[in-house]
């Protein structure tokens, strides 16, 4: 088994790839999440779904390919350049809602146990305003997080705060977790 073959990618992520890179956008998330977040949606009919950190639309493309006819997704993004990207690429799609404000204003406005995933992809949901978005995921959802194996990009004592967030996570009693080291690292709980 090769768990780095990844079939049937979703057809528009190159176009979305090419163009988060005219952005200069280097922090996409990995097929391999993608693949993941595929299969979680899946699992979850006439879901809610919660993305923090659209970038450019690579893992929503993801998170749309797994998504029945009756699911919606909510993702949210402060950068204006990096969001018109995705609704170039999949503003179409009626199941999909792009908002364009910072992660910390929309994360205390949505209402809690009412997300079947959330997918904290920046800073507010995983590194501030943690306990908003655990308080969004529903009974059975899934809280997951990525890049928490070291980076290339990672600034000076950003180690420190993955270690510290893992920990407070291992200690959270409202959540079954696993933490796998694959990918850019991929922490998976689901609210029990």
Known sequence: MNDHSISSIPSVV????????QHNFGQPSDNLTGALLRTLVASKPNGHFLEIGTGAGRA????????????????VEFDAQLIEIATRHLGHDTRLQLICRPG??????????????VFADTWPGKYNHLEEALLLVKKG??????DMLPQPNWPEGHADKVTTLLQ??????????????????????VRK
């Open 168 to 189: 407070t996570l291992d200690n959270d009693t409202r959540f079954q977790l696993v933490k796998l080291s694959w990918a850019s690292g991929v922490v998976v709980m």
């Open 60 to 75: 929503t493309a993801w998170l749309l390919e797994g998504m029945d006819e009756n699911s919606t997704l909510i993702s």
């Open 14 to 21: 190159s176009a979305i790839d090419a163009d988060a890179t």
């Open 104 to 117: 910390e204003e929309v994360l205390t406005t949505l209402p809690p146990n009412h997300f079947d995933l």
């Open 141 to 146: 959802g899934f809280y997951i997080i990525d």
